[in-house]
């Protein structure tokens, strides 16, 4: 394992399951365990899996300045939250691309927990915060366990009263098996599912009351490369890995537009005032190309940096595959030059295979979001 200067309070648990705990932020993160990810993909399609998530950086803002600082920050319309609603978040640099996506909850009238990946974001805020009246505080004892999938809520409801009238991105304080926990709908998996966040003493107790108590209903604990396959299905990004960060363009520096990444969407309406907001309205209609899905035939996935041709000229890259034993289907993510983001246009991929594609539109699974946004 890579050292991690982060420790999960799960690590037992995963090493037990037979994790190496491969670093992933700082933090020693189950990326695969002996058994097979087909059956954790499976679960969470189907039933419901658990996953540990803490490896994501949890932290408190507080103060009078917190929304302004967030509000600058991010391109969400910050003062729209209320307490018990978060919102999806994109960070920009000043050159408008892309560093950082997060998720912001109101936990109170002048105090926000922010959850950042594995991007820049947590830098910049706490650079920005300097001078202003507003504490930071990087909460590594917060834990985040990720129960997700169909089933997630009637497990749930046995326990915590109200869960099933949470709607989509809003959370609560509550407790599970006499545990203080925040409970979020939201997850990365296109499922419904919540994100519970735990004291680290309580997180072993918590995930093996979840997992005993949950077998009836088929839930298992589930690796985190499970959300590649989740995330590809659901079009749902991962910085850096879609990103020219690690597929850079010649003599250019490292950076994609929120035009590019299909990601500006998380843009508020009408919300003008951001950092990068001047160069992010600016080059729009200057994409170099777009994220676009991609289906493979026959039954391998394609991997990450696998090419994607149109006679001799390569026109896109695979950034994410995977091939599902549900719908039967090898399906990809891919960076795809502007003449080809389009349905249905014939091509080959090579590299860790050799086979014929079709572009497809995203996501794959679930267009309209009916099961991550499901009622009652």
């Not at 994501?56 to 609603?85: C, N």
């Not at 997992?211 to 910085?239: H, K, N, Y």
């Amino acid at each position: 394992m890579t050292h991690s200067w982060r420790i999960s309070a799960l690590a037992e648990r995963h090493r037990a399951l037979g994790s190496n705990l491969e670093d992933w932020n700082g933090m020693g993160t189950a990326w695969t365990y002996s058994s097979d990810l087909a059956d954790h993909h499976q679960a969470i399609r189907t039933r419901a899996g658990l996953m540990d998530v803490s490896g994501l950086k949890k932290v408190h803002y507080v103060g009078p300045h917190a929304e302004s600082l967030l509000q600058w920050a991010t391109t969400r319309d910050i003062a729209k939250l209320y307490p018990g609603k978060s919102v999806y978040a994109s960070m920009l640099d000043e050159d408008g691309k892309f560093v950082d996506d997060c998720i912001v909850y109101r936990t109170g009238p002048n105090a926000f927990m922010v959850v950042h990946g594995a991007g820049s974001g947590h830098e910049m805020l706490v650079r920005s915060a300097q001078g202003r009246q507003v504490a930071v505080l990087f909460d590594d004892d917060l834990h985040d366990l990720s129960l997700q999938g169909p089933l997630a809520v009637d497990f749930l409801a046995e326990h915590v009263p109200g869960i099933r009238q949470l709607p989509y991105f809003h959370h609560l304080q509550t407790r599970l098996f006499d545990r203080p926990v925040m409970i979020s709908r939201t997850g990365y998996t296109g499922e419904r599912g919540y994100e519970i966040f735990c004291k680290a003493a309580d997180a072993p107790a918590l995930w093996d009351s979840i997992l005993e108590q949950g077998a009836s209903l088929g839930i298992i604990p589930c690796a985190f490369t499970a959300l590649d396959w989740l995330r590809v299905e659901s079009s749902l990004m991962f910085f850096p890995y879609d990103n020219s960060q690690m597929y850079p363009f010649a003599d250019q520096k490292a950076g994609d537009t929120l035009w590019e990444m299909g990601l500006d969407f998380t843009v508020s309406p009408d919300k003008r005032e951001f950092r990068g907001a001047e160069e992010h309205f600016r080059l729009r209609g200057q994409e170099r190309f777009r994220i676009t899905g991609v289906l493979l035939d026959g039954v391998r996935a394609a991997e990450a940096g696998d090419t994607l041709w149109q006679g001799d000229r390569q026109v896109g890259v695979i950034t994410c595959g995977m091939y599902s034993r549900l719908s039967k289907r090898s399906m990809a993510i891919a960076r795809m030059s502007l003449a080809c983001a389009l349905p249905g246009i014939a091509l080959q991929v090579r590299g860790s295979l050799e086979s014929a594609a079709v572009t497809h539109a995203l996501p794959f699974d679930d267009p309209e979001k009916t099961k991550r946004t499901a009622k009652g």
